[in-house]
């Protein structure tokens, strides 16, 4: 089925069963959308390269998608160019590294979650002892769990491609290729983590909030010429998933709000662990205790929604690194103009939602609470900081990109 024409409120969005789908399950679920005169067809699909077939060929009108991969698409990595638009990041980390559990044990032997330095360091020292080159499996190339993973074994003085391999694994079966021995460790989002957990076969050593604390993660994203033709119901939806995320982040939602993702449609899966990655919850190991993990998913306050166009130049610095191109000041123009903190702003002014006065800002900078300028409403944003210490400055892009290829 095609998807709709730019004549009526129905928007079909493309999915993966991943628990950072939530927002668009559940402004359908919950009304939201049909409030905004919306009516939302959500399709689920298995891994990425089909979400993004889909939203290309024109069966679907939006998408949740890992934000790298708007990204790359724009740019043409890996198949002609269409430009795509992102109007509301859908959410922050809410990922994890895990093991297998006799590795987990080797780089991080106190058990709970690892300091990042602690086990990259660990993970090294076991790399040259073993002689072993060890394989991680990551969602998609153009991830941001691809990025965060290179980001910190690179910082720890271990080589992406050179020590390790990294290899490409559809969330739905990362858990099946970590028990089946296909991987050493795989970085991926709830609920496959804790699947992974619950059958023993994996142990998660450390969260991505960890790495890049306010990483960003998935996003809605269009093909642009549709958000254009499709404007006034892409600002509807906007404010669908905004009111959709409020409700998320009630504590009093938790148990009502884990049943519908758990429904066969959605992730199929088991609420209790749906209800333990929404509640920032954790179990590292079989058998183990809970680990409570504060903002481990981060889908609401802290303009959280809000397309920094800083987000899309840190994803275009690694695209450069890891891709190994030049710094290109066209294409990384093109990478910025993806996110579209503009239609955010139409979309929510005048609605009491908070606006940040800025549309991009020094990532990784800060360590504690700090009042930002406001176009509307009041943010306090809270510690965005890298585990290395090193902020990213959008205005020093090139020499960004330029000082970690030397380090």
Not at 312 to 320: D, G, I, P, T
Request: include cysteine; hydrophobic fraction near 45%.
């Amino acid at each position: 089925m095609m998807a709709e024409d730019a004549t009526n409120g129905e928007l079909t969005v493309g999915f993966l069963p991943l628990v950072d789908a939530c927002l668009p399950i559940l402004a359908r679920e919950h009304g939201f959308a049909e409030a905004e005169g919306l009516s939302l067809r959500l399709v689920r699909d298995m891994s990425w390269a089909t979400v993004l077939d889909r939203l290309l060929y024109g069966h679907s009108d939006a998408a949740h998608m890992v934000a790298p991969l708007a990204i790359a698409t724009t740019l043409g990595r890996g198949r002609p160019a269409q430009p795509l638009s992102v109007p509301f990041v859908l959410g922050l980390n809410g990922n994890a590294v895990t093991m297998r559990p006799d590795l987990a044990r080797a780089v991080n032997p106190t058990g709970g979650l690892g300091d990042p330095a602690a086990v990259g360091a660990a993970l090294k020292a076991y790399i040259a002892a073993s002689g072993q080159k060890l394989r991680f499996g990551v969602v998609h190339r153009y991830s941001s769990h691809n990025y965060m993973l290179r980001y910190w074994l690179a910082a720890c003085g271990i080589r992406p491609d050179v020590d390790v391999e990294i290899t490409t694994v559809a969330p739905p079966f990362c858990a099946d290729a970590l028990e089946f021995g296909e991987v050493d460790g795989i970085c991926v989002g709830e609920p496959w983590n804790s699947v992974a957990v619950e059958r023993g076969t994996g142990k998660i050593v450390m969260v991505t909030a960890q790495i890049w604390r306010r990483g960003v993660e998935k996003v809605l994203a269009f093909r642009e010429p549709v958000m254009e033709a499709r404007r006034p119901q892409a600002e509807a939806l906007v404010r669908a998933l905004r009111k959709a995320g409020a409700h998320f982040v009630d504590p009093a939602n938790l148990e009502t709000n884990a049943a519908i993702l758990a429904r066969a449609e959605y992730l199929d899966g088991d609420a209790t662990l749906i209800r333990r990655a929404i509640s920032d919850r954790l179990l590292l190991r079989q058998g183990g205790d809970l680990l409570h993990y504060p903002d481990f998913m981060f889908q609401h306050r802290e303009a959280a929604n809000f397309p920094w166009v800083s987000q899309a130049e840190w994803l275009y610095s690694q695209m450069v690194r890891w891709d190994g191109l030049e710094f290109d000041s066209a294409d990384a123009r093109k990478a910025a103009r993806v996110f579209r903190p503009d239609v955010y702003r139409s979309a929510l002014l005048g609605t009491g939602e908070p606006l940040p006065g800025a549309s991009s800002k020094v990532e990784g900078s800060l360590a504690g609470p700090t009042s930002v300028s406001m176009q509307q409403g009041f943010i306090t944003l809270e510690n965005n900081s890298f585990f290395d210490g090193k902020p990213f400055d959008p205005v020093l892009l090139e020499s960004y990109i330029q000082g970690q290829r030397s380090a």
